[in-house]
């Protein structure tokens, strides 16, 4: 649209003036056309353009639908074939596709009929400047050559016209676009920075009555939590899917603000210290393991890239990722795929472990980010962390208590509020929820030994 516009929006407009000035010169009588033809013009393109805009607007949020449909056809096509539902994808993309299609016409149809409507002006108005001027070459006040002068200034104004509403049929779907653009870019974080930061010195976690929800108007995920964290102690966070104990670590390094109550670092609230500090201090696994296009080297140095050689192999190590970095026959410098699709996902995990323990943060959070590793590396890992992480306060999100019975207290999650708070020990005496989970998971005989 900018580029039409720079040569179109600028000659047009010029062409259209000179052209009226030229005519109006070689008679005045006849100019009065202008004044007819002109106006209408404008006001009947200013009606199609209001009326456009909407259509245009809806047209965009059907592409978005086709997309959509598109997009999980292609990333879910294994789900897809193994559910042989290809049909209903198929009829689901149909039917998205003939939405977009009946909202294009729609939108088509109003903008097509500017160019009979202007032709139409344009022949009018040089029959009527025939007629007219047949009047006034019959009365000598004009001569007939200036007549066909006056059409040619006519048709270069009519022309004029044309190209500018040419551009305006275009206008229409670039501001719709543009409309959604800037949605994206004058949409504000809700992740505030604070104009004064304070700097951190020491690493204690405290929650004081702390209440979390996605949304304004959804319902609380996280309630009334209220505990402590001391530095350099390993903690262990279990519960049942959906206890919120995701929710409850992306607090700490303001991934999400908490909707009430306090989350404390060494005394000062995290939404008082700059996002910068604060999250340079932290590492955090996410659940999900995302690698970056490029080499396993370049993805653990992704945080840290000033690592040494010897720090990146001590990571590599500590993750239980050089055994398989070795096997591999350009080691760190092996290709990874989009989205990590070459690696398995132990060896994805294993590779999003060290590139966090590369940068050695005080406080590591690590949000079930072992469940795909088998029970052997799994206790590896910890056994590494534990010994290289020495000092710093480790979080740790598990769905097997092997991975959270030696932590030094466990925090135990049901729908959003604590249920209890203690050692491996403790809460097998006190907890009946940590108990039943772990009698699934270890046998109730073992849990009775114990």
Known sequence: MVMMGLRILVRAPLLCIGGIFMAYRLSSDLSGIFVITIPIILIFVTIVMTRSFP???????????VNNVMRENLLGVRVIKAFTIEHKQKDRFD????DLMTQSVRAQKMMIILNPVVMLLVNFSIIAVLWYGGFLVEAGTLE??????????????????MMVIMVSMNF?????????????????????EPTASQALAQYDIE????????????????????FTIKQGNRIGIIGGTGAGKSSL?????????????EVLIGGKNVKEISLHELRDKIG???????????????NIKFGYHDATAEELDQAAINAQAME??????????TEVEQRGKNLSGGQKQRVSIARTLIRKPQILILDDSSSALDMATESKLQGAIKEQMKGSTIIMIAQRISAVMDADQIIVLDQGQISGIGTHEELLKSNGIYRSIAISQLGEEAVNHE
Not at 95 to 98: F, G, P, Q, R, S
Not at 172 to 192: G, H, Q
């Open 324 to 333: 398989f970095i070795k096997l591999k026959e350009s080691g760190y410098q």
């Open 144 to 161: 007939t050559g200036k007549i066909m002068a006056f059409i040619n200034y006519l048709t270069q104004i009519m022309m004029a016209l």
């Open 172 to 192: 229409s779907r670039a501001k719709a676009s543009a409309d959604r653009i800037n949605e994206v870019l004058m949409t504000e974080s809700s992740i505030k």
């Open 207 to 226: 929650f004081k009555d702390v209440s979390f929800k996605y949304h304004e108007h959804s319902e609380e995920v996280l309630k009334h939590l209220s």
């Open 55 to 65: 259509l245009f607007k809806t047209m965009q949020e059907k592409i978005d639908k």
């Open 284 to 298: 955090v696994v996410l659940q999900e393991s995302i690698l970056f296009s490029g080499t396993i080297g370049s």
């Open 95 to 98: 039917m998205a596709n003939d």
């Open 249 to 261: 670590v992306q607090l700490i390094p303001r991934l999400y603000d908490a909707s009430a109550g």
